[in-house]
């Protein structure tokens, strides 16, 4: 195995979201527009009802897919295709927007730490004007694999022989939780041609002799594996991989399309109500 080295160090960026949600993000800001096929992380974390209590009311999307991971709190999802669905502590929630929906995400919880991350992975041109669908997972759904100094949730993509409860058809994402003990290390074979980053939200953590300051996102660099050492206290990150689809990217707001035409279209069909166009049923666990 190549280990990956630390190409780029992305700092994260507050941006208001929702009704006026605070949220970090290092994907989709001037200095890393995009990681192709990730369009956007958001990492929200807050211990004050005040900057998360007015959630994310209706808004729509068209053209990619939302994943969202839950660390802390409690979320209420409801869409436009009439599902409802609890985004609980560990639970995982995979919602292809494709040619439309219309969602919110509202808190469940009146006080206590609200804390997850949002990936917005992007479609190839000929699935954004598929029909949507929408996945929940339970926490207890999703796998989790113990070894002598680390914990390893599987989201998705596989680790130790478990794969995980989410499976992205078009682009093979990997996506691991992983939590290490004081100086523990961790490694995993990644696909040479996919793209890779590391997000560090606890403790501390180094790869390639270079260390991984927390709330940074770390993009690989070429290799086919990925190698990372935690500091003394121990860390916790998230590790996502996936194959870029080598297409145009034209994103304005909730619509990731391949022309701007298409973008001007997508506009035009929610100002004319005519935004979503098919029902998709829930599943998952």
């Keep these: ?16 979201e929702g009704a006026g949600v605070t949220v970090h993000r290092s994907i ?17 974390g807050s211990d004050d009802p005040e900057e998360y209590i007015a959630g994310f009311p209706d808004h729509p999307h068209r053209g990619f897919v939302t994943f969202t991971y ?8 409801r869409d436009s295709m009439g599902n409802r669905g609890d985004l609980l502590p560990g639970g995982a929630q995979w919602m292809k927007a494709a040619s439309g929906v219309i969602h919110s995400e509202m808190p469940r919880q009146t006080q206590g730490r609200m804390a997850g991350f949002q990936l917005w992975i992007n479609l ?20 989790e694999v113990e070894e002598p100094g680390r914990k390893v949730r599987v989201l998705a993509g596989e680790y130790a022989g478990r794969r995980g409860v989410i499976q992205d058809p078009h682009t093979g994402a990997l996506y691991l ?20 980053f590391v997000y560090v939200f606890e403790g501390s953590a180094a790869t390639g002799g ?31 991989a996936g194959q870029p689809l080598g297409e145009p990217v034209v994103q304005y707001g909730p619509f990731v399309m391949n022309t701007r035409q298409e973008i001007e279209q997508a506009f035009a069909d929610y100002q004319a109500g005519r935004l979503v166009r098919a029902r998709a049923a829930m599943t998952g666990s």
């Design 1 to 16: 195995m190549t280990p990956r080295t630390l190409r780029q160090l992305v700092q994260t960026h507050a941006v208001s």
């Design 124 to 143: 190839p041109a000929a699935e954004k004007m598929s029909d949507p669908a929408y996945q929940e997972f339970s926490p207890a759904a999703v796998p």
């Design 70 to 77: 839950m660390l802390e709190g409690h979320m209420e999802h």
């Design 28 to 44: 989709g800001t001037p200095a890393l527009k995009n990681l192709d096929p990730f369009l956007m992380l958001d990492h929200f």
């Design 210 to 240: 270079r260390d991984l300051p927390r709330h940074s996102l770390a993009v690989l660099g070429p290799g086919d594996g990925v190698e990372v050492i935690a500091g003394p206290a121990g860390a916790r990150f998230i590790l996502v």
């Design 177 to 196: 939780d992983v939590t290490l003990g004081p100086e523990q290390g961790f490694s995993q074979a990644l696909p040479a041609s996919h793209n890779a």
